[in-house]
């Protein structure tokens, strides 16, 4: 099968009839059948085992555990939203005992392929043998609607907080997934049950998505209310980074050369990294104030905290002093 590839938009695939000919503890290629037994209804593990720790799946133990009485969780996730798939998992674990495996689709590629497991990331959850409900695809909707669906079929709500809503918002907008993030932060926006540090950041991400769906003016329009509302916030990271995208790209509008304009392309695209090679590049290459005034908005552009940012700000700064 080779490394797992992420795929577009997939909604939430719940696969409810048996859809492979031989289960999975026969070994055979074909994988396990798919949706419950007839008669049989998961359940939740006794009250002493719960929140348990997360494994692998290998070849070595996947017959074995697969198999058995009790439900698991699998995951095979290495992208942007691995984090809100480990999240979620372990909430679940917590609600219902269910074990929590992850899978390597590079180094265990024999157990991806017998699980027809092709999109990163791919949720399971697997009981004697058979896919109960499986998800495909990296949406932060798929990731929820996967764990809403599971908790019905346990008889429990899948209940979502505010402060989730904006986590998962900001996975969201980190995988460039603008129309769910923005959807979500409407949604903490909308709710009465917001603190003012989330509605800030709600403002900001909502900008941002603005920025990439609708343009600056409304970009710029939704900050400012933002700011009206919630000024002491707006050195949070998410609210200053809005800010340093907006200011980017009127001044790349008013410098109107085309190696700007590549780079306020990727900035507003959310490639990041691509922004930061093309504006170090044009400092390296130019050394004017102009160039070095671009690089500057570019990372400030990006989350504070991340590598990207912190490695770009040193090779900024051995430029400068070239």
Known sequence: LGPCRRVGWPALRALGAPAFARRLSSGAPGGPQRGPAPGQQPAAAPPQQRAQ????????NVQQIASAQNPILVAAHSGPLADLV???????SEMTGVGQYTLDCVHEAPVAQMLQIRSDPTLMCIQQGRVLVAAEG??????????TN????????????????MVDAVAALASEDYKTA???????LDSGEAMAAHRADAYAGLSICALRLEGIDKAKDILARGEKEYSERQDAPLPKRAQAMIEFTELVGESGDEESSKIAEAVVAGRVEDAVELALASVKREKTDQSKQLAKQVIAALPSDSTVAARARRRFANLCFV
Do not use: C, H, I, Y
């Not at 990296?138 to 609607?145: K, M, P, Y």
């Not at 599971?150 to 809503?165: S, T």
């Open 150 to 165: 599971l908790a019905q079929m346990f008889g429990m709500e899948w209940k979502v907080d505010v402060a989730d809503v």
């Open 182 to 188: 923005a959807a979500m932060m409407s949604t903490v």
């Open 53 to 60: 720790p997360v494994q692998r799946l290998t070849q070595q």
């Open 86 to 92: 480990s999240r979620k998992m372990l909430k679940f």
């Open 138 to 147: 990296g949406t932060a909707d798929s990731v929820n609607g996967f764990f």
